[in-house]
């Protein structure tokens, strides 16, 4: 059972928006604590999608966009493409816990 | 650029111990903390451990703590993580990861991975 809760499954057909959802509660998100996603893609090490809620690393496509509100936040990527489809994860601080904690990870399909 | 290479992993009995290297090139070592994430088959990402730039501050999952110990070694850019009892639940690919001084903290460098099997 992860702190943070992703849906374990999203999809959308190429050229379509779709977001992924992390709900936390008010020890990690809604305690003020930035929200960070990551993509996996099969058999590779997670790579930094989204830092700091809505920040984007240089080379990450302007198609990915973060959001915070409240407990929750939300990752939305814009013009799917093909590549999209792979595992992202939603990581935040936890202070009851006095850990970093991820969320259970979500698995995007591209139809 | 960041490297992150790790090492150590391997088959080990239950109750074993493993010790797992990471080194680091590519940035300035002591100003970042570092840790280590796991993935078991098919699961999620799961913070083990981490510590600070200095040294001096260590954080561990409550799954591991007293059994597993992190350290860094300065004059070799290396970043440890000794494993001791280990368990059947243990099995996964332990990732090297630099926390990043950007907003949040994020980890913006990670190493490919080692992979640690505890069986009999």
């Known amino acids: 059972q992860s702190v943070l809760t992703q849906p374990p499954s999203v999809s959308g057909a190429p050229g379509q928006r779709v977001t992924i959802s992390c709900t936390g509660s008010?020890?990690?998100?809604?305690?003020?604590?930035?929200v960070h996603w990551y993509q996996q893609l099969p058999g590779t090490a997670p790579k930094l999608l989204i830092y700091?809620?809505?920040n984007r690393p240089s080379g990450v496509p302007d198609r990915f966009s973060g959001s915070k509100s409240g407990t929750s936040a939300s990752l939305a990527i814009t013009g799917l493409q093909a590549e999209d489809e792979t595992d992202y994860y939603c990581?935040?601080?936890?202070?009851?816990?006095?850990?970093?904690?991820f969320g259970g990870g979500t698995k995007l399909t591209v139809l | 650029e960041v490297q992150l290479l790790e090492s150590g992993g391997g088959l080990v009995q239950p109750g074993g111990s493993l010790r797992l290297s990471c080194a680091a090139s590519?940035?300035?070592?002591?100003?970042?903390?570092m840790s280590w994430v796991r993935q078991a088959p098919g699961k999620g990402l799961e913070l083990v451990s981490g510590i600070s730039g200095s040294g001096d501050m260590t954080h561990y999952a409550d799954s591991v703590k007293g059994r597993f110990t992190i350290s860094r070694d300065y004059s070799k850019n290396t970043v440890f993580l000794q494993m001791n009892s280990l368990r059947a639940e243990d099995t996964a690919v332990y990732y090297c990861?630099?926390?990043?001084?950007?907003?949040?903290?994020?980890?913006?460098?990670w190493g490919q991975g080692t992979l640690v099997t505890v069986s009999s």
């Open positions: 590519g940035f300035t070592f002591s100003n970042y903390a």
């Open positions: 990861a630099k926390q990043d001084t950007l907003t949040g903290y994020p980890w913006s460098g």
């Open positions: 700091g809620n809505t």
């Open positions: 990581q935040s601080y936890d202070i009851s816990l006095s850990i970093w904690v």
């Open positions: 008010s020890s990690n998100i809604g305690a003020g604590y930035d």
